[in-house]
């Protein structure tokens, strides 16, 4: 494997992984059902993490 190849070869390792997590993700919802609240990006955010709560 050539020095050039490393680039398209680490691109598709990411898209890869990419397809498996989506894949992991939606199983897991077949698995527990949409009675399960979704958090929002906000609130999965480092901002929405680490904001002080009275």
Do not use: K, T, W
């Given at each position: 494997?050539?020095?050039?190849?490393?680039?398209?070869?680490?691109?598709?390792?990411?898209?890869?992984?990419?397809?498996?997590?989506?894949?992991?993700?939606d199983e897991?919802?077949?698995?527990?059902?949409s009675s399960?609240?979704?958090?929002?990006?906000?609130?999965?955010?480092?901002?929405?993490?680490?904001?002080?709560?009275?």
């Amino acid at each position: 494997m050539s020095i050039g190849n490393l680039g398209g070869v680490r691109y598709m390792v990411e898209l890869m992984r990419y397809a498996i997590a989506d894949q992991v993700a939606d199983e897991f919802a077949v698995f527990v059902g949409s009675s399960i609240p979704v958090l929002s990006d906000y609130a999965a955010s480092r901002v929405g993490i680490y904001e002080e709560h009275p």
